[in-house]
Nanobody
Framework: VQLAESGGGLVQPGGSLRLSCAASGIISVLYRMYTMGWYRQTPGKERELVATIIRDGTTNYTDSVKGRFTISRDNAKKMVYLQMNSLKPEDTAVYLC?????????WGQGTQVTVSS
């Protein structure tokens, strides 16, 4: 499975971005079984879970993004999205897409999000 993120960039505080993650090398019927997630990483810090969405659509968010970020998935297109609103400077990080099923664990290369005025 290959994951490719897109949608990062530079945005002012209070702005919005929508990240996308496209999966390839997997059929849709199997893709829908994976737990999809977004993580973020900044230099000197551990990788942080941002949000996950499981096969039935149940979502989970880290406390710092609740009410601001929304994760969603389109299984037919093998895509997962992260809508980020009311962005803060502390959201600045490389955002990575992840897919997990049992012992299968795949990562994308990441997309940079910078929140700055």
């Amino acid at each position: 499975v290959q994951l490719a993120e897109s949608g990062g960039g530079l945005v002012q505080p209070g702005g919005s971005l929508r990240l996308s993650c496209a999966a390839s090398g997997i059929i849709s019927v199997l893709y829908r079984m994976y737990t999809m997630g977004w993580y973020r990483q900044t230099p000197g810090k551990e990788r942080e879970l941002v949000a996950t969405i499981i096969r039935d659509g149940t979502t989970n968010y880290t406390d710092s993004v609740k009410g601001r970020f929304t994760i969603s998935r389109d299984n037919a297109k093998k895509m997962v999205y992260l809508q980020m609103n009311s962005l803060k400077p502390e959201d600045t990080a490389v955002y990575l897409c992840n897919s997990k099923l049992n012992r299968n664990d795949y990562w994308g290369q990441g997309t940079q999000v910078t929140v700055s005025s």
